[in-house]
Structures are given as C-alpha cells and as structure tokens.
C-alpha cells in the first residue's frame, strides 16, 4: 500500500516537472517567435541555457551569485567624483552583457543587464591614483569582489530595463563601455524593484 503512494506521488512530481518545461519551452519559444524541434536529446547545458532564457523571459529576471567581476570603465569627470566621494565599495554596479548558446540545434543570444549587489573595487587606492593621470574618454580596467560572500547577481532583460528607464538612465546604459556604479536612486529610476536585489 505504501509502494502504490509513493509511485503516484513520484508520478504527479515528473507530470509536474514535465510541465514545468513544456511552459518554459513555449515561453522561449514565443518569444523568439519559432518552432524548436525538440525531439533529438538535449544536453544538461542546453537545459540550463532554458532555464536561464525562461526565468528571464517568465519572472523578468535571474537571480544568481557571482564571485568576481572584471570590465572596463570610460573615465569621466562623473567618474572621478565617484571614486573621490568613495572608500571603494558601492552599494550596486551593474553593466550590459549579452548570452548566445545553442537551444534545441538553434543559436539564440540575449541581451541583459547585470546588477551586483556590494562590491569593492580591488586595489582601490591605486585605481584613484591612476585615474588621477587619465585623461576623459580613456578606459581603465577595474576588478571587483563581493563585500558578503557570495554576491548575489540579477539578470534582467535589456529591452525591458530600457522600456522603464528614463532618458537620462537609457543614454547612460547605451552609451556606457563597461560597468558603472549604481546608487539606490539610479535603480529606482530604471524601474527595477528592490525585491529583486
């Protein structure tokens, strides 16, 4: 009697889990506005790109963890206001990024924002001093570490950052080489909700 409860049971969780990826399938499907064909195996990687794509597409966002982070900023005078208000650790920063994998035999790319919740800039003192001698439109490469291990990271698609952002914010992530910092008001202003991050 028991075995019998426990095979519905397990029966009702893969029914489950089946159509939980069948609604994530069709949510990727709908928005790329095609077919897969679905019928040949797919990989653990495969499946972990629908995953990532659907949660994007689904729940507007991706929420994961990140360890440390590298890119490139354009110095400004912006910039050098930043670092001369700052000890080197930032609320937020965030920049553009772009996925592309292979779903189902086809290559699909996403574009997104990346927001980092408490991070540092390693090396601080001497990025400051470098930044002294920059000249405006020169690129720095800075790296950053979580403050709290680990860092929690959001996803969120870039057409729908740009969608709710305002002039101002929308310029600045287009136009921007690399990561910026993120103050609590800039998030607010790209309509992005606290619960989130």
């Known amino acids: 009697m028991v075995s019998s409860t426990i095979l519905i049971s397990n029966l009702y969780i893969?029914?489950?889990?089946?159509?939980?990826?069948?609604e994530r399938i069709v949510s990727v499907e709908e928005y790329y506005d095609r077919e897969f064909d679905y019928r040949e195996r797919v990989t653990q990687e495969e499946l972990n790109?629908?995953?990532?794509?659907?949660?994007?597409?689904?729940?507007?966002?991706?929420?994961g963890t990140w360890e440390a982070y590298s890119d490139r900023v354009r110095v400004s005078d912006k910039l050098r206001e930043?670092?001369?208000?700052?000890n080197g650790e930032y609320g937020y920063i965030y920049g553009v990024g772009e996925v592309e994998d292979?779903?189902?035999?086809?290559t699909l790319n996403?574009?997104?924002l990346r927001i980092m919740n408490h991070a540092r800039i390693v090396d601080f003192e001497k990025k400051k001093q470098q930044l002294k001698y920059a000249d405006n439109g020169d690129t720095m490469k800075l790296h950053y570490l979580p403050v709290d291990e680990p860092g929690i990271a959001i996803d969120i698609p870039l057409n729908l950052v740009l969608e709710r952002a305002d002039n101002e914010i929308r310029n600045?992530?287009?136009?921007?080489?690399?990561?910026?910092?993120?103050?609590?008001?800039?998030?607010v202003k790209m309509g992005i909700n606290n619960d989130q991050i």
């Open 110 to 112: 996403f574009k997104f």
């Open 49 to 63: 790109y629908l995953y990532y794509l659907s949660e994007m597409i689904m729940k507007e966002h991706y929420q």
């Open 82 to 86: 930043l670092f001369e208000k700052s």
């Open 172 to 187: 600045q992530i287009l136009n921007n080489d690399g990561m910026v910092l993120m103050s609590t008001e800039k998030k």
């Open 102 to 106: 292979k779903l189902f035999g086809e």
């Open 14 to 22: 893969r029914i489950d889990n089946d159509i939980d990826l069948l």
